[in-house]
């Protein structure tokens, strides 16, 4: 009798330069109301210490979220992160995919040796306000910040030592 052959689990990679049009593509369809993601998304990519990490499934992109790396200035002062954008393909969702690419964000910060992760969410984005408080994110309460297109949002923080 032959042993079934576990099916292939989708598996998160560091992104690199061939990924760029793929997440480009995908953040503007996705924050299409929040702003003009092509050019955010492009500016992030290239800026210094912005590592992406990529969601794909047999060769097929799944999703994306980019970290940027806050190195602070000073001796008692630590390295952070922030998860600058998340985002998977519509018919990944609801199924731990979200999940699975967070924690691989998150990973990628430890690997600076970041003390906590940082984002920001719009206030009506009410599923990933579940998603991230589901992941262990809370509220900082602050100065609010705004999206391109003047929604409000939420700055959240999670550490991660
Ligand atoms: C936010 C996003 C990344 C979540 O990814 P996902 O793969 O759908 O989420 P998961 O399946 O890993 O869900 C993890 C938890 O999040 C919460 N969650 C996920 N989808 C939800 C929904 N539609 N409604 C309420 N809670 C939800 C649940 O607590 C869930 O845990 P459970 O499955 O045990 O109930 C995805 O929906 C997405 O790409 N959205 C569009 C882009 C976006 O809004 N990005 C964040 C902006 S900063």
Redesign the pocket.
């Known amino acids: 009798m032959v042993a079934p052959v576990p099916a292939p689990r989708p598996v998160c990679r560091t992104g690199g330069d061939d990924d760029h049009e793929y997440m480009v593509g995908l953040a503007e369809r ?2 299409v109301d929040f702003g003009d993601y092509r050019m955010i998304i492009e500016e992030w990519l290239s800026a210094p210490r912005v590592q992406s990490v990529v969601l794909e499934d047999r060769g097929r992109r799944l ?1 994306f979220a980019l970290v940027a790396q806050h190195r602070a200035l000073g001796f008692w002062r630590s390295t952070s992160a922030e ?1 600058v ?6 018919r ?11 924690r691989a964000a998150e990973d990628e910060a430890r690997s600076w040796s970041a003390y906590e992760m940082k ?4 206030i009506q ?4 306000r ?6 262990g994110y809370r509220v900082r309460e602050g100065r609010a910040t705004f999206y391109p297109n003047g929604q409000p949002a939420l700055e959240l923080r999670r550490r991660l030592s």
Not at 125 to 128: H, L, P, T
């Open positions: 996705t924050f999703g998860l954008a998340i985002a998977l393909e519509p990944a969702r609801g199924r731990g995919l979200g999940s699975l690419l967070l984002l920001h969410t719009a984005n009410r599923v990933a579940s998603f991230f408080h589901a992941a």
